[in-house]
């Protein structure tokens, strides 16, 4: 399991992905949460603006990324 730190309340489910270098920029977010398989939490979700906060697992390529605050 991959540690993704954060330092505010939550991230975007877009900023995640740029985070954790699945996508190399936000304009490329779309196109791929509208193609990717991505689970949050169990549950399949594809919305840029979904919120990501500490404690959220986030499964997506076959990893799995932990939300942790960054202390």
Same mark, same amino acid.
């Given at each position: 399991? $991959?540690?993704?730190?954060?330092?505010?309340?939550?991230?975007?489910?877009?900023?995640?992905? $740029?985070?954790?270098?699945?996508?190399?920029?936000?304009?490329?977010? $779309?196109?791929?949460? @509208?193609?990717?398989?991505?689970?949050?939490?169990?549950?399949? /979700?594809?919305?840029?603006?979904? $919120?990501?906060?500490?404690? /959220? @697992?986030?499964?997506?390529?076959?990893?799995?990324?932990?939300?942790?605050?960054?202390?």
């Amino acid at each position: 399991m $991959k540690e993704i730190p954060i330092y505010t309340e939550y991230i975007t489910l877009s900023q995640f992905l $740029k985070l954790a270098s699945i996508i190399s920029t936000g304009g490329e977010a $779309k196109s791929y949460l @509208k193609n990717g398989h991505i689970l949050i939490n169990g549950e399949e /979700d594809n919305r840029r603006g979904r $919120k990501l906060r500490v404690g /959220d @697992k986030i499964e997506v390529l076959n990893e799995i990324y932990l939300i942790v605050n960054e202390s």
